[in-house]
């Protein structure tokens, strides 16, 4: 089935110590997104990719750094964890248009210790 | 700029009892409406969706009308289950400089009884 894939599922890391997030996708959707979503609230936006052309939100610290090498994976780099990064971090992706759907990864949940 | 507005949970309800969650919303342009559901240490799933005015979403025996007068887009069910038990989301798609975002409310756990 085509979907949405994320490793892994469960990320234990030290405050300070660089850390990578994966996301990849058979959908062959052009655009990405990372979000960040703690404790069952609302998904943050983080950031997004169109194609190549990367959307940063204004609020996203410089912390969080994001590549996307091809249409299928995405990394999300987080330079220096500190203990308020500890969230789960949703990767989604979706085709360009009006009404189109997200279709969401199942997830890392990221410990920082 | 574009907002969701949803009822506060946690709702708990007995099973087969109806089901509404309240989702309203402002937005500049035309959005497009959706439902999300997450299961616990799950990603969201759409639930349904709708992208104009009176269009009617529905699936797994849930409904959401979109009411471009009264900006609301409530989730609906007749007959809960256990299994529904799960955080549901409202969020709306909208075209910003060039790019569609999606933004969604804060979410509502429901919780059903057996």
């Known amino acids: 089935d085509a979907m949405v894939i994320q490793n892994p599922r469960y990320q234990v890391t030290q405050f300070g110590k660089p850390v990578t997030l994966s996301c990849s996708q058979t959908?062959?959707?052009?655009?990405m997104y990372w979000y960040q979503q703690k404790s069952s609230q609302a998904p943050k936006l983080l950031f997004h990719y169109y194609d190549k052309d990367f959307n940063n939100e204004a609020d996203t610290p410089d912390n969080f750094q994001s590549r996307r090498p091809n249409t299928s994976f995405c990394f999300l780099d987080i330079r220096s964890p500190g203990l308020g990064d500890a969230a789960m971090y949703l990767c989604a992706t979706s085709s360009f248009g009006r009404g189109e759907t997200q279709y969401f990864g199942p997830g890392t949940r990221l410990l920082v210790l | 700029g574009d907002s969701v507005t949803q009822m506060e949970g946690p709702v708990t309800l007995s099973e087969e009892a109806f089901l509404t969650i309240n989702c309203t919303y402002t937005a500049t342009g035309y959005p497009s409406l959706f439902w999300y559901v997450q299961y616990p240490g799950e990603g969201l799933q759409l639930l349904l969706k709708a992208t104009k005015a009176d269009d009617k979403g529905s699936n797994k025996g849930f409904e959401a009308t979109y009411r471009k007068e009264t900006t609301s887009f409530h989730l609906e069910k007749g007959s809960v289950q256990v299994s529904d038990s799960a955080v549901y989301f409202c969020a709306l798609s909208d075209i910003t400089s060039g790019t569609y975002k999606y933004i969604f409310g804060t979410g509502t756990r429901l919780k059903v009884l057996a």
């Open positions: 959908l062959n959707h052009n655009v």
